[in-house]
């Protein structure tokens, strides 16, 4: 019935390995279905060398599991509220990648440094702050999703632009139209993260990319005049 | 005779070659057998691309060999203090694995940043001092093993909540109920070291993880209100 | 008919990912053919994993597609520019490789720093400043070419002996005689700029390597008293 | 006639690139036969991939090429005058692996700091100042082997102790009773120059390694009280 679902959420997470972005189990993917609401996930702590496309658990956007033997990924939840409330979003990729979660763990935004970063975002990749401990102690994962929702709605980020967060202390999220890009901003961000923490340790005053290169690089790939790729 | 135990304890050494976690002879895995007050550990010396099942030694509480052609790791008898004083411990792995015994080398605990970290142990990795001289030039190896309990009891820590240390100068010793979940808390060690590392270069003056977030992702993954993994 | 240029163009390519110069489609290689007046080019956005020789498309020294189905790399006028005005250059190629692109991203020259370096060249790795606005917002990837240019007509640098630079806030371009060395530069460059990263953050005041060891190093392997290699 | 040996010393240069030791052609291994005076050694700028034993060229003390069609190595003569000086050594190994070169590069000796440095040699790891100008522009290879010759004799040290050196501004040399010792060093150097990275500048002020604690593990592996390995 969901095999299809399954199958992408399954090949989408077991990318993450292949890609260096995880080791042991710290990293889910997940993909939605708008249609019926609904969204695949990879199941909670099962090694990715065990792991089968039956063993994807089928979800509602309140997290409650609709099938499925195992239980679903501890983070489900903050997958719930990002599918729930951003629209646009059809994957969604939780990983602790090394140099992504050095700069969460140092609660800092990574700079925009160069144009490889431009070719993707024209801001600094934000990093939410650690959240309040009244949200700690409630519903974790569901307050986790919000706590996402807010800092993009504080720095008045769109979700389409922007398909990357850090969470302070804790590791990335990333999402996109399809898992599969979902997956490829997870590799994008360790590499931009890979080597703004080389630039920062090499010249810790490096300065920003200046906003003329951002917007040239940013729209020669988004937007009605782009004209990077196939066009397609 | 102690087929299983030998096979079991190969296994758990095989995979330190491939977590990347050691190179040439730099590690040693063992596994116990509680029932007959013995355990078995990695010859010392042969390399991983020669070692054969018949080859692991087996040894009592004393660091005596009871079974093998070949000599024992050098390091049995820190091995052999650890099981005969942690009754809860399966299985040990020693490695001198990069991250980790970089920080060990400074001396210095590794302080918990995030929450990689926090789902695992709720305190900094405790980085045991040098031994004095009495210690290093008496029966070196067993007094390596006494040196890691007194610090633990220094510190008031249960070897069955904080399963890894740091020796000061020299290198890692993990351990779990099972040599399995020994080698598991290496690999886990080494990539939570490796983003301390980056952390701490990247801001020297990082903040450790608050005590919520600290209390919270442990106990997710442990104790009677766990929610992490499949409950089995 | 450009058969066998397009399969040498495809094979330079590959090498990109094989050597670990490039992750997703951050590269392109290219290679001339002088006596048309043409060169081959990887097309934008295409992924090593699916390219195949006959995707590689044919441009003049103008960046126009002579012949191919897909839209050449959005880099093509920058190979263009290299092509038309340096006449001994065989092949050029571009990445984002990680700590040559750190190095730019710092808008730093590589200094020199050992002999590794001055094997192959006699001076530090230029960084080009980053362009002014006007270049930006006009026919970048041109302008890009000429910024290059530029920077070695201002450093009174030879093309022929000095194979790479760095685009500042960018990432680097390579070239040399054929495809095959811009390649080989481009995994040059990295392992240098590895290096001298390194030995920058362990010893900041690091000095340049002195003029008579430079000397002695890059004339072993070039010039006509050069002994290194077969001579071929 | 040779084959042995060239077979031999084919072995002990394949391992270069496969312990990650060397990228293209940085490196070279080489091994004597002392009782025919002449050793086997890599022919210059020949890349592993293509790399044969028949390729391997035989050469006297002086770095005369006895037998083989191919110019061997540009570092041959500093072979030569280690092996004709140092009569305990087997194999020569020399490389440029990213990290022992960034400390050649810095200038500084590797300090000892822990006890994987002290379970092969008592004290840091020297770094040869760079060759005054006379010996850099006279017969450069020559005097690069009568630098470290002077180097261990000025700082009073034992090749048969002390098995690798740096050259300032340029890399390392290893060396053992046999060339796959050699190799084995190399590899050693290469994993100790990273963790002393590490640990410098994770903690800038760390420490040197106690007497106590060099002695205890040097000795357990060396010297007649060893009891390290299968003793044979």
């Known amino acids: 019935m969901f095999k ?3 199958e992408e959420c399954y090949e989408a997470n077991m990318m993450l390995p292949k890609l260096n972005l995880v080791v042991f189990t710290f990293g889910n993917a997940s993909v939605v279905d708008r249609s019926q609401g609904l969204f695949a996930i990879k199941p909670s702590g099962v090694p990715y060398e065990v792991l089968h496309p039956s063993d994807i658990v089928i979800c509602d956007f309140e997290g409650r599991v609709v099938m499925g033997d195992k239980r679903p990924s501890s983070d489900t939840k903050t997958h719930a509220v990002l599918f729930q409330n951003w629209t646009d979003v ?15 763990q140092a609660q ?34 569901r307050e986790t999703g919000f706590q996402i929702l807010n800092e993009f709605e504080r720095r008045n980020l769109s979700p389409s632009e922007v398909e990357m967060v850090l969470l302070g ?64």
């Not at 059809?90 to 969460?104: E, F, L, N, R």
């Not at 975002?121 to 994962?141: N, S």
């Open 169 to 232: 202390n804790h590791a990335p999220f990333t999402w996109g139209k399809t898992a599969e890009k979902a997956v490829y901003n997870a590799g994008l961000l360790e590499a931009i993260a890979q080597m703004a923490y080389l630039s920062c340790t090499l010249r810790p005053d490096v300065p920003r990319l200046k906003q003329t290169l951002i917007d040239k690089h940013y729209f020669r790939k988004h937007g009605k005049d782009a004209y990077y790729g196939q066009g397609c």
């Open 4 to 6: 299809n679902l399954q």
């Open 90 to 104: 059809g994957g969604i990729v939780h990983t602790h990648s090394t140099y992504a979660t050095a700069w969460a």
């Open 108 to 141: 800092r935004d990574i700079p925009i440094l160069g144009t490889t970063h431009a070719d993707y975002l024209t801001v600094d990749i934000p990093c939410a702050p650690p959240m309040d401990d009244a949200m700690i102690q409630g519903d974790y994962e």
